[in-house]
Each structure stands twice: as C-alpha cells, then as structure tokens.
C-alpha cells in the first residue's frame, strides 16, 4: 500500500489557525473511520492527538480537532501555539494493514 | 500508568536477525494490539504489523516475508523478529500499544531503540 499524502510543512502565527491535510483513497481514509494523528518532538515518540478520525483522548487539548471528506482527512490547530511546532502524521486502517503519510513538519513563526 | 520498554541490539550485521523484544508494565498485555512501528533518521513513520494477544498478527505486506511477531503473555512481552536486514531497515524502532477499530491508533509508545544495520 502507499503512504498517505501530507503537505510537507505548514506554518501559522500564534493563535491562529492551521488545517494539515491527509490524502488517501477509498481503500484506506475514505473507505473506513479509522484515521488517526500523531504529533512528534525531535528525538522523542509519537503522540496520539486524535484517533476515529475526530475524537480526542484524554488530555489532548480541544484545540486539536479531526475530520474527513471523501478520502481527505484533515487535523485542524486552532489557537496556535509555540509549543505545537512539531511534526505530525496522519495514519489509517487500510483493510488490513496500517498505513502513515509522510508527515509534515509544523512551524510556529 | 502503562509503560513500554524496547530492548535488543543496536547494531545488526547485513544479511542477519534483527530481534527486538518490547515489555509491559503497568498494565496487561491483554485485550489488546501491539505494535511495532519504525523510523529511519530523518524519515518518517513505516508501520511493521501488530500481533494481539491472543496471537493473531497483521504484517505490513512490503515486510511481511521478512517479519515475525510473537506474543508471550506469561512474560507481558511481545518480540519482533526481521530476518534478512540490508542498510535500509537502519531506524529506531517503536513498540506501541493499539487500540480500537483498524489499529490506527496507538496510545502508549516505547521511547524507541536505534538499531543499525551494518558490518
């Protein structure tokens, strides 16, 4: 299967608002309600910030939000902050394998 | 709190055994996925397979005549086992614990081991 499409960087200014996109097909994001997000500091692991495409585990601040269309996700950071410059990555169910994209790295300016 | 620990070697000689063992604490192995998820230095996230406890495995299908994953619940360990390894599978691999529908989603992650692949 092929990694999903991210854009390779995004930025905003603090408090605004950003929109990271993931791109697959009717095999993977559009054919199930399965995608999840990840944010990633350098050197360090993974962070789940949504997973079922828009839900939040606890402690995950409701500045970050999740949806879908078609075979497009997207993670939206509303109020932007200097700490979530960072890289994030969307992965979905794609049948029976998992499949990520290839992240995209998010600068605060 | 759960926890996961990656334990293996480093450094992995071309053509041989990559073998990486993750272990759980603080929470059961059961009722669960387990993951193993890798990153090549500079690159980004490739999913390996899950195995649940009970066993059952999914592999990612560019790896899967190469890769094993076994459960030992007696233990709360789950190990992965990569035969064959070449330059390209040099990453720091992750061991994860995934939930829900599809296992798109891991929750508790191992802080990583490097593994290099090299003579």
């Known amino acids: 299967q092929s990694a999903l499409t991210q854009p390779r960087s995004v930025s905003g200014s603090p408090g605004q608002s950003v929109i990271i996109s993931c791109t697959g097909t009717?095999?993977?994001?559009?054919?199930?309600?399965?995608v999840s997000w990840y944010q990633q500091y350098p050197g360090k692991a993974p962070k789940l910030m949504i997973y079922?495409?828009?839900k939040r585990p606890s402690g995950v601040p409701d500045r970050f939000s999740g949806s879908k269309s078609g075979n497009t996700a997207s993670l939206t950071i509303s109020g932007l902050q200097a700490e979530d410059e960072a890289d994030y990555y969307c992965?979905?169910?794609?049948?029976?394998?998992?499949?990520f994209g290839g992240g995209t790295k998010l600068t605060v300016l | 709190q759960v926890q996961l620990q990656e334990s293996g070697p480093g450094l992995v000689k071309p053509s041989e055994t990559l073998s990486l063992t993750c272990t759980v604490s603080?929470?059961?192995?059961?009722?669960?996925?387990w993951s193993w998820i890798r990153q090549p230095p500079g690159k980004g996230l490739e999913w390996i397979g899950h195995?649940?406890?009970?066993?059952?495995?999914?592999?990612n299908p560019s790896l899967k005549s190469r890769v094993s994953i076994s459960v030992d619940t007696s233990k709360n360990q789950f190990s992965l086992n990569l035969s064959s390894v070449t330059a390209a599978d040099t990453a720091v691999y992750f061991c994860?614990?995934?939930f829900g529908g599809g296992v798109a989603a891991n929750d508790y992650w191992g802080q990583g081991t490097l593994v290099t692949v090299s003579s």
């Open positions: 992965c979905s169910y794609a049948g029976r394998p998992v499949v």
């Open positions: 009717s095999s993977d994001v559009g054919g199930y309600n399965y």
């Open positions: 079922d495409v828009s």
């Open positions: 603080g929470g059961s192995i059961s009722n669960y996925y």
């Open positions: 195995i649940y406890y009970n066993g059952n495995t999914n592999y």
């Open positions: 994860a614990r995934g």
